[in-house]
């Protein structure tokens, strides 16, 4: 959602009846859009128990232009073991972007930004599903 442009996002929330799958689930659009800027200030997106309670998942973007990808490389466990670790697995998420990235995006040009720098969204993305959704489209 962080990729759409502000008056899709927009169109998008003003189109869709949100509704409260668990007790953390935001289901206000003003909320979640704030949630969404957060995410894209930090760089990464967290699904704090909002699909299921003691469930949280870390994910961050993944762009892999020579395939036309662009999606999202995440990690789902039990809240109180990942929260405790938090640090350590988005370092993790990081070091294994990067080598995604390398291994299969190829080397970014002189000219290409960096892997993830604002002009390429770098960790400038959302929740990248919406709650409810365990089907990457």
């Not at 967290?46 to 699909?51: A, G, P, V, W």
């Not at 892999?64 to 938090?86: D, E, N």
């Amino acid at each position: 959602m962080s990729r759409l442009p502000a008056n899709a996002r927009n169109q998008y929330f003003s189109e869709t009846q949100f509704s409260t799958i668990a007790p953390n689930t935001i289901a206000d659009p003003s909320l979640l859009s704030e949630e969404i800027e957060k995410t894209v200030r930090r760089g990464w997106a967290i699904d704090d128990e909002e699909l299921e309670p003691g469930l949280v998942c870390y994910a961050m973007p993944l762009d892999l232009p020579r395939y036309a990808f662009y999606g999202a490389l995440s990690i789902s466990g039990p809240s109180v073991r990942l929260k405790r670790s938090q640090e350590e697995i988005l370092s993790q998420l990081r070091w294994a972007l990067l080598e995604l990235k390398e291994k299969l995006g190829g080397k970014t040009g002189e000219d290409d930004p960096p892997v993830f720098s604002p002009g390429r969204g770098g960790f400038k993305s959302t929740d990248w599903h919406r709650p409810g959704s365990e089907i990457y489209e």
